[in-house]
């Protein structure tokens, strides 16, 4: 029987849909991105992987349709979801999906406000490298699983366990009773600290042999006393448990994600000089502080963050290594823009420094019912008249023009934000903008100083 996924925009789902498949289950799919008229890679890879990809109008959903599969960002007003309806066809959270699935199944899940992706893909990576056969299903790729073919952000293991991450945002981690747990770290984000600490508390209670990393039933997290990380802009490094860690990944967040990683595994009863051999060649998660190109030495980086913390995180990276650093931030949604507002001004505005530039976009609206209180253009004022150097861009448009002036004067750009899947695309353009910028440029116009920019070179213990 036919399972039918509904998607708002991207990657969404796309990892259960390939767990799915794996499993031997015909799945189909709708995506409003998709009947917009663009195309991206990921659909591409999911039609190649079996697939079938239709309109969202309620035409995919069939009699025989097992379920509708949905995410929290799906209205209940949605054409897939009305024809469902109407057919008595069960619609089904795909979290609750998930959880079905892996009952039964030795489970090991990750979630906390930030980095639970890239602990996700540092524990599956490790595994899977120490012959230990995960499945990994994950919010985001892992970019040594990327391939023509594969999206990278699920790995079919047929004998091990399942690692997973979990949303929090939705409160939908509460489907799940997994074996061990890791909670990265708790900050306000999708509700008030205060209800966030409440969500995983309830979680931790749920984990049958304990929780790893930030325990709010006992009030502990990261990192380790005397936990120290050296970092540089060429990689990370620590040492713990008689073991020393290299990895190639930008800043102390990033260590200490690893540390989770290594921890969890400490736990597995796993040898962790092999545990270190395998991070070594951990290349790290898309969109989290991935450099996309370096035209004329200026470095371009793309990030998810979309929080305070986790921009506080990138920011505070990539920043001490150059002189002068333009960021693009978009929100990734009305709502949590206005229950962040205050954070985020706070957030900003200690972070820019004089020579900085921030460009504030509109937040992404992607359907539905959200109210508009709070606009990145409200935002973006409030900073600009508290002395900051920040604009307000509407669109991908005007943001074009405006960042190839900033960026031919030097420094880094870091593209900042969640949902839009237009983002990491524009980011990418950018570059080849850029490129051409440069390549055309007179000789002794000016170009940009390399040694202002983040570098490759190997960290040196």
């Known amino acids: 029987m036919n399972y039918h996924f509904v998607g708002a925009g991207g990657v969404g789902m796309s990892a259960l849909a390939q767990l799915m498949l794996s499993l031997g289950c015909p799945v189909s799919g709708s995506d409003r991105y998709l009947d917009s008229g663009r195309e991206l890679d990921i659909f591409r890879k999911l039609r190649a992987l079996g697939m079938e990809l239709v309109p969202q109008d309620g035409s995919g959903v069939r009699a025989g349709t097992a379920a509708v599969v949905v995410s929290s960002a799906i209205e209940e007003d949605n054409p897939d979801i009305s024809a469902a309806r109407a057919l008595g066809i069960p619609v089904v959270h795909r979290a609750a999906m998930l959880a079905e699935l892996a009952r039964g199944r030795r489970c090991i899940a990750v979630t906390g406000t930030a980095g639970k992706s890239t602990v996700t893909g540092m524990i599956g990576w490790v595994l899977a490298e120490l012959g230990l056969d995960p ?28 690692v ?29 600290l205060e209800e966030v600490k409440r969500i995983f508390a309830a979680f931790a209670r749920q984990v049958k042999e304990g929780v790893i990393g930030c325990n709010p039933l006992e009030a502990s997290g990261i990192p380790e006393p005397g936990f120290e990380a050296r970092v540089s802009a060429g990689g990370i490094a620590f040492d713990y448990g008689g073991a020393r860690f290299r990895l190639p990944l930008m800043g102390r967040h990033n260590a200490e994600n690893a540390l989770h990683c290594v921890k969890l595994c400490e736990r597995l009863g796993l040898d962790l000089r092999k545990v270190s051999a395998a991070l070594e060649k951990f290349g790290g998660i898309e969109r989290r502080l991935q450099v996309v190109g370096r035209p004329g030495g200026v470095t371009v980086i793309d990030d998810y963050a979309h929080n305070p913390a986790k921009i506080a995180a990138a920011w505070g990276t990539v920043a ?65 008249l508290a002395g900051n150097p920040v604009e307000y861009a509407a669109g991908y448009e005007e943001l074009m023009p405006a960042l190839l002036s900033s960026a031919a ?42 040694e ?10």
């Open 409 to 450: 004067g030097g420094g880094a750009v870091l593209f900042m934000g969640a949902r839009d899947p237009d983002l990491p695309v524009f980011a990418r353009g950018l570059v080849l903008k850029l490129d051409d910028l440069f390549m055309h440029r007179a000789p002794g116009s000016g170009g940009v100083a390399q």
């Open 164 to 192: 997973l991450e979990l949303d929090e945002s939705d409160r939908s981690l509460l489907h799940f009773h997994p074996d061990l747990a890791v909670i990265t770290n708790v900050s306000k984000d999708h509700f008030e």
């Open 452 to 461: 202002n920019q983040p570098s490759e070179k190997a960290h040196q213990d």
């Open 135 to 162: 499945a990994v299903v994950n919010g985001a790729p892992v970019l040594n699983w990327v391939s023509d073919r594969h999206p990278g952000n699920f790995r079919f293991g047929r004998s091990g366990p399942w």
């Open 320 to 384: 001490p290594l150059c002189r002068r650093l333009i960021a693009v931030w978009r929100p990734h949604g009305y709502g949590p823009l206005a229950l962040m507002r205050r954070e985020l001004e706070a957030t900003f505005s200690s972070l820019l420094r004089p020579a900085d530039r921030l460009f504030i976009m509109e937040a992404y609206f992607a359907g539905g019912t959200a109210g508009r209180e709070v606009t990145g253009r409200m935002l973006a004022d409030d900073l600009k």
